[in-house]
Structures are given as C-alpha cells and as structure tokens.
C-alpha cells in the first residue's frame, strides 16, 4: 500500500508544510484494496437483501390474499438464500489471510488479521454550519476550510496505510471526536447526523445518531491494524518477530480499552463475548510469535532445552484451545467465520503434539550420563508431568533405560497421533486447503515423528500401550495486552475560533452578542475582570455608563472593537481597553442562560431493519415482562418514610456476566439468517 499525499487531510512535516497526509490510495490494485473494495460491496449487496425480505415480511403481514401470499413466500425464499450466499462470501473474505501476510514468509504458519471495518461517507457541512449560526452567533461559512479538513480526516481513516503512520491518522481522528461532541452534539437534542458503519462479520449496517459508534468503530479499526500490522511483519528475524508480538499485544489491549469504555454498542463484531474472543485470539498470536523468537536461534538437543520448548510449545496449545472454546460457543459460533474455528483447533493439536515430540527427543536420545545433574534432570522431569505414570518415579524413569523408552515412545506414539489429528481437520475447511504452507508445515512435522517413532521401533519387542502423561505448559514470556501510547494524540481543535470548550461548547446556552460602548478615557471603567479566558465582568458597578449601556454582572467578553478576545487573557483585554485613541469603544459580551436541565434524549439504534433504543437502565426490553408487571397497590402514608429509607439504600447494577441467562440483557440473540428478528419494523437504515 502507497500512501497519497492530497492538499487536505492531516498535515505532515510540521505546521508549514502544506502537504497532508491522506492514507492509501483507495484505487491502489493492491490485494488488501481489492479485499476492503469487495467487503463495501458485499455490504451494500447485503443492505439491498435486507430491504426487500423487510419490504416482503411487511407485505405478507398486510395482505390477506392467498395467492399473494404464495408469491411473497416464495420471494422470501430467494432473498433468503441470496443472504446465506452474500454471508458465505463475507466469511471468505474474512479467511483470506495469504492476504495480510509477509510476502517473504514461506515457513511459519500463517496467523489472522481483522478486516477494517467499513462506514458510510457522512456530509458535516451543511449541519454544522446551521448550527454554528443558530447556536454560537457566527457565520458558519467562515468555517468551510475546518469542516472540509474534518470531512478529509474521516475519508482518510477508511483507507490508512498499514504502518504506524496509519494507527496514528486513526488515533488523530478518535482524538477529535470528544472535541467534535462538545461543539456540535448537545445533550438536549439530535443533530440529524447518522454514523452507519458495518458489522465486520456478517455486514449487517449499524446506524446512530450520537458518536459513541463513530468513537468504537474507530478503536476497532485501530485493534485491526494492529493486527495486519503483526501477520505483515517478517517472522524469519528477530526483529519481525518482536514487532508482531507488540502489534498483537497492542491490538488486545485496544480491544481491552474498547470492551471496558463501550459496553453497549449495537454492532454484533463489538459485543463483550465477541470481543473476549478476539482478545484470547490475538494474545495467543502473540504468544505464537514468543514461541518462534525462542526457537528462531535453534534449539539446543540437549535434555534441559528439550523439555523446556516442550512446556512452551504446550502453553501455546492451551492458549489455542482457549481460542477455540471460545470460539464455539453461542451465539459466537454463528458469527465466526469457520475457518479461523477450524485455524485454532489445528494449531491446538499442531503444538501439543510438538511438545510430545520435544518430551520424547529429550527421554529417548539424552541417556542420564555420569557427568549429568542427576538431581537437576529429576526435578525439571518432575515439572513437566502433572501425574506419572502408575508404580513410576521420575528418578526410576531417568535412571532405567527401559523406562525412559517405554515413556519416550508413548510420547512420540501421542506426537505422530496429534499430527494426524492436524492434518484430518485441515482437510475438512476448503479456506484451509488453500494455504500449501500449512499443509507443508503439517506434513513435515507429522514425518518427522514418524522417523523418530521408526528410528526407536524394536521388531522384536511386543507392542506396548503405555499412555504418555500430559505435559503441564509453563512459558518464561508470556503475551500481556498492551495500550498502545497512540490511544490519544494531542490534537489541535479545527473549531479552535469558536473559543474555549468551557463556555463555547454545545451544552451551554448563552444570549447573542450584545454591544456595549466603554468610555476608555474615564479613569474608572466601572467593573472588574476575571478568569482565564474568555475574561467575565465582574464587581459591576450599577450606575456606571456600561451597566446603562446593558452590561450584566457575569458577563463574557467575546470582541473588543474588531478584535476577537475569546482566548485572551485578562491582562490582554485591559490592555486592549486602554491603549486605545478613540473616545469610544464597542465591546462583545454574552450572557449565560439558565438553562433547565433536561433528559438526554434516547439514542435509536438501527440494526439491519429492527430498531432498539438503548439506555443506561434498561438494556433490553421484553414484551413478556411488560406483560409480568403487576399494578402495586399505593403506599400508605404510614409507610411513607420505609418507603424512602428502601429507596435511597437501593443501588443499580451494572450488567455482569450473568451465564445463566436469567438476566435480560444476557437472552440468546437470533442470529443473522433468521427473520424473525425483523419483524417488528420495516424501515432500513
């Protein structure tokens, strides 16, 4: 990927500079631009599908003619089908991991990346500048350059390159939004903005009208470039492989920050299970990356080194099996795509049984010498096996050759059975098949404890079908998620003019600028000054010329003749005040209004066709518990004072990890093909 340099977006190269840096070129044939550009397709292919089966279910309720509603079934079933077909694709996109791999990268098996979600284009221009008019008293045309520069900055983001360079447009980006809200998103009232972006899984279109999707949309992209960041890096050095351990461990750690900051945004792909899955499997990538840099510089055949890569090799299986149970579970399974289910179980089986290949090495070619630590090979023997076998004795196994034999066979007969258990689930998900360096990697590993079980095969001796013991992982690094230092970037605000964020902000209510002339020459002006900036009057003299005039205790100047004193200080205006020549001089003030404070405004949500209204009391809402309520009789007066003491000790719960589904918001969602979770309304956002 190429990055584009454009006249707007965000500045490069110091604040002269006059280029900006704009992300990849969105037109670049690159196999990561054909992915994102097939992804938007599919999407608004998925969108056209859903409108006709919600057009479609709306007609069947509607209609009471037979015939009619034969026609609207059979049309269902072809919308239906082209879903399931749209969603196949989705899912291929989802397993093209050759994609976002080195291109030098021939050994290794390959690891998966996150797909960058994708978003609609929004136009601020027209609302903003409204609502810079209505709101702040300015002419919003005066701020075309600063909403086109956002505009840009928020194109940019869906294309950034895949470097540190694209993290930080990212990071610009989630940056401004806290300043966009406080300018432009009061609490009171909706703008009429819609952010849709698309469920990265199965496309579905999410839609709101505050920023809290934009915001975690925006660290869920971060969290993929992380990711792609990671597979892209080159894992025949150490260096490539440290870079990819740190960009898997920031990308879990920007899923972390989501998960805790976000917990209730509507998109399936940034739900708290989702996102737990997500965390374990890029932590299991990273340790992966541990495992190789171990390796990298050769493995030591000697009995200590053996038995160590042999407790790595295991931990990096327990990691991957996590991963998968994780991955299996409802309703997570239905959204997953099969191949990455089917990538972790393979890598569970493909390390575990390198750790009973490493176990089997060390008992089978390391016979217990004279010049061995008798003792130091007993105790590390002892750590590696959670149970031994029946009647044996770590000691007794060292010290017999028999006995090492007997446990070193068991181990490679379990290795050679791992190995087939690999290659049999490889073959069963045609995405797998696609990846030869897979297969080479598996059928080499699985050859090579062939060999070893052949080398120490005895024609004579009788079969034995002694079980080898499982080995207890244990790992000296082990992945931890990292918060990237990128998560918040010091920006500089675009409408920097309006002034300070403590007054001049959406929340706050203020008259229009009012004139007030000042006697400059009159040796008192009849009010003090104070605070930081914008200065307020205070200690208002009521009989002085500018009271008359119409200036009010607590007001804020904003101009002082032409000259804008938003961001000056109170040392600034006075000096302003003074050194001028005229007899008179027009300053800017404005009053805070007293506002009554009132409800934040429910934020609909649109997912697909089905609206849902969120809110910090009630995250989901049944008709069957509407149903349930009873009608309490009315308190008496008596009771009046148990009442309140119940009442104030009360306290709200946040939603826990309830898995017994007893709680409302933990009920089982329908998944994606099904159509009855579209039946309660027909409009498509």
């Known amino acids: 990927m190429t990055d584009a340099l454009l006249?707007?977006?965000?500045?490069?190269?110091?604040?002269?500079?006059?280029r900006f840096r704009k992300g990849c070129n969105p037109l670049a044939r690159t196999g990561r631009s054909k992915l994102q550009n097939q992804r938007a397709t599919l999407n608004q292919q998925i969108i056209k599908q859903m409108r006709m089966r919600a057009g479609a279910e709306n007609l069947l309720k509607a209609t009471s003619n037979n015939k009619v509603k034969e026609m609207v079934l059979l049309e269902l079933s072809y919308v239906n089908s082209n879903l399931q077909l749209l969603m196949g694709e989705l899912e291929g996109l989802n397993s093209s991991v050759e994609v976002y791999q080195n291109t030098q990268e021939t050994a290794n098996i390959p690891l998966i990346a996150l797909g960058l979600k994708e978003t609609k284009d929004v136009d601020f221009s027209t609302i903003f500048k409204d609502f810079i008019l209505e709101h702040y008293s300015e002419d919003g045309n005066s701020f075309e350059d600063s909403i086109a520069d956002l505009m840009d900055l928020r194109q940019a983001c869906r294309t950034p390159s895949r470097d540190e360079a694209g993290v930080e447009l990212l990071a610009k980006y989630s940056s401004h939004l806290p300043l966009m809200e406080s300018r432009f998103f009061p609490p009171t009232r909706q703008t009429g903005i819609f952010f849709t972006w698309y469920d990265s899984f199965t496309g579905v279109p999410v839609c709101q009208q505050n920023l809290s999707l934009e915001k975690a949309s925006i660290l869920f992209n971060m969290a993929a470039l992380y990711s792609q960041i990671g597979t892209r890096s080159n894992r025949q050095t150490i260096e490539g492989l440290e870079q990819a351990i740190s960009s898997f461990q920031k990308s879990a750690g920007m899923l972390n920050h989501l998960k805790e900051t976000f917990t209730h945004t509507p998109s399936y792909d940034m739900s708290p299970a989702m996102l737990s899955m997500l965390i374990r499997m890029m932590l299991a990538q990273a340790q992966e990356c541990l495992f190789e840099k171990t390796a990298l510089p050769g493995i030591r055949n000697e009995f200590h080194s053996l038995m160590k890569m042999a407790q790595e090799a295991a931990k990096v299986s327990e990691i991957y099996d996590q991963v998968h149970q994780s991955m299996i579970q409802t309703p997570i399974k239905d959204n997953v795509p099969f191949f990455w289910s089917t990538m972790s179980q393979v890598k569970t089986n493909h390390y575990r049984s390198m750790a009973h290949y490493f176990v089997a090495s060390a008992l089978m070619d390391h016979q217990l010498g004279l010049s061995d630590d008798e003792d130091q090979q007993e105790k590390t023997l002892s750590q590696v096996y959670d149970r031994l076998p029946e009647g044996r004795s770590p000691l007794e196994i060292l010290k017999k050759k028999d006995e090492r034999e007997r446990i070193g066979k068991a181990h490679i007969r379990r290795a050679i059975l791992g190995h087939e258990e690999a290659l049999r689930i490889y073959s069963l998900c045609h995405h797998l098949n696609k990846l030869e360096i897979l297969q080479d990697i598996l059928t080499a590993s699985h050859q090579r404890s062939v060999n070893k079980c052949s080398e120490n095969e005895d024609e004579e001796e009788f079969t034995d079908y002694t079980e080898a013991p499982d080995i207890i992982s244990k790992t000296e690094h082990k992945a931890e998620m990292e918060v990237p230092a990128t998560t918040k970037v010091k920006v500089t605000d675009f409408f920097q003019r309006l002034g300070p964020l403590s007054v001049f902000s959406a929340k706050q209510r203020w008259t229009p600028p009012r004139t007030i002339k000042i006697l400059p020459k009159d040796p008192e002006l009849g009010f003090n000054l104070k605070g930081e900036s914008p200065v307020q009057v205070v200690s208002l003299d009521p009989l002085c010329p500018a009271a008359t005039d119409g200036l009010k205790e607590g007001d804020y100047i904003v101009a002082v003749g032409d000259i804008d004193c938003k961001w000056m200080s109170v040392s600034d205006v006075m000096r302003l005040l003074k050194d001028v020549n005229e007899e008179v001089i027009e300053i800017q003030v404005v009053s805070i209004m007293d506002s009554n404070p009132q409800m934040p405004t429910k934020s609909a949500?649109?997912?697909?066709?089905?609206?849902?209204?969120?809110?910090?009391?009630?995250?989901?809402?049944?008709?069957?518990?509407?149903k349930s309520r009873k009608v309490t009789k009315k308190s008496s007066f008596l009771s009046f004072g148990l009442k309140n003491r119940l009442k104030s000790a009360s306290t709200l719960s946040l939603p826990t990890s309830d898995q017994s589904g007893t709680l409302p918001w933990n009920k089982p969602c329908p998944s994606f093909p099904s159509t009855s979770a579209y039946n309660n309304d027909s409009g498509l956002y």
């Not at 977006?9 to 006059?18: F, I, L, N, Q, T």
């Not at 949500?605 to 509407?626: E, V």
């Open 7 to 18: 006249p707007n977006g965000v500045k490069e190269g110091g604040e002269d500079s006059g």
């Open 605 to 626: 949500t649109f997912c697909g066709n089905l609206p849902k209204t969120y809110s910090m009391i009630c995250l989901a809402y049944n008709d069957d518990d509407k």
